[in-house]
């Protein structure tokens, strides 16, 4: 499908992780010069485990600091806070019933994160049925993500394909845009490199934050969790904690794969590279979220974002409303 419009959201659960970096937002600053793109900042799903609230508020307004620090134009692309727009909530309604109890059910991240829960809340399990409200809103064609979120997407599809089905076409049915592995899809935990890094994983040393200070990236890699051996070499299945930091080293320094490959004799020289790669890189992200970090600097972005995106999504919930039998209060 043509590369027209995109849409993708970021929870603000907690600062930015490097995989979030080179498996997503990477990703969204290039395709804002070729497509039309809406960026969000996914509260209401953040609220589907507990959240401080004071720190929630907080961390929605430092997520959306660091998607301009990374380099996202707030006047070229729609950069908005999902609770700012309520036609999510109402879309993901009238999803809701368009879905089954058993394809939800099915979803690794809710089996995964059900686990780790004390209680498991509703709002955990229909999840992807508002994952898949924000995208189908905007007619988004493609939707930049890492690998861990493709199961969500494929659900989107399904969703779509159905109410298509039933109610004539209406959505558009996204892509998924996903680099392979060897491009950022999936960047791995520095202590177990066969689980993907995440922030909510409770060793700090397992992921590098965009915000973690260059003595603290130095020493998180040096302990980051190497094979067997000595060789540099990309090979998955026996190097996976090797083939990770090549990866990153190769995103970060814009060296290819093969380039990196064979090129050290043991690992202490390659661990230094591949921290001055990451300082390097993050350093001019972190100059402009301390200066972003201004009060107001952010907030009016917010406010014109939110206003472009209901324009769009107002219009589309009223045709989803009308679609499946609601009397409009417009119509009154
Ligand atoms: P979230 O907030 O967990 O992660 C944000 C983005 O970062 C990607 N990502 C990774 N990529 C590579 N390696 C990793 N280790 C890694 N960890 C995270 C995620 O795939 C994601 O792209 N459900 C989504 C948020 C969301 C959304 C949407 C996304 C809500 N509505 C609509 C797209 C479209 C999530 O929890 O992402």
């Not at 969000?40 to 589907?48: F, I, P």
């Not at 394909?161 to 049915?173: A, L, M, Q």
Request: charged content about 25%; overall charge neutral.
């Amino acid at each position: 499908m043509e590369l027209k419009t995109v849409f993708s959201g970021v929870q603000p659960s907690g600062a930015l992780t490097l995989g979030n970096y080179l498996g997503a937002i990477r990703n969204f600053v290039d395709l804002q010069h070729k497509a039309k793109c809406y960026f969000c900042v996914v509260d209401q799903h953040a609220l589907t485990i507990p959240q401080d609230p004071a720190r929630l508020r907080e961390r929605t307004l430092d997520l959306a600091r660091l998607f301009i620090a990374c380099g996202l134009d707030p006047d070229i692309s729609t950069i908005f806070v999902q609770s700012h727009v309520p036609a999510h909530s109402q879309l993901s309604w009238l999803l809701e019933c368009m879905t089954y109890v058993g394809e939800l059910r099915r979803m690794t991240q809710f089996k995964e994160k059900s686990r780790t829960q004390e209680v498991v809340t509703t709002g955990l399990f229909t999840y992807p049925v508002l994952m898949a409200a924000d995208i189908l809103l905007y007619d988004a064609t493609h939707v930049p993500v890492g690998d861990d979120q493709k199961q969500h997407l494929e659900l989107c599809r399904n969703i779509a394909n159905r109410f298509n089905n039933r109610f004539g076409e209406t959505f558009v049915v996204p892509e998924p845009y996903i680099p392979p592995r060897q491009a950022g899809g999936r960047i791995m935990s520095l202590t177990d490199p066969t689980k993907k890094m995440a922030k909510s994983d409770e060793n700090p040393d397992s992921y590098i934050l965009l915000t973690d200070p260059p003595d603290v990236i130095r020493a998180k890699i040096r302990k980051a969790t190497t094979d067997a051996g000595r060789e540099v070499i990309y090979d998955e299945k026996t190097k996976p904690g090797v083939s990770n930091l090549m990866v990153i080293l190769s995103l970060c320094s814009g060296l290819r794969l093969d380039e990196i490959s064979g090129r050290y004799d043991g690992y202490a020289q390659f661990k230094k590279d591949v921290a001055e790669a990451v300082i390097a890189k993050l350093e001019p992200i972190q100059r402009r979220h301390r200066e972003l970090s201004e009060p107001g600097a952010i907030e009016h972005a917010l406010a014109i974002g939110a206003t472009r995106a209901e324009a769009v999504a107002s219009r589309k919930l009223a045709t989803v409303q009308d679609k499946m039998g609601l009397v409009l209060r417009e119509s009154l």
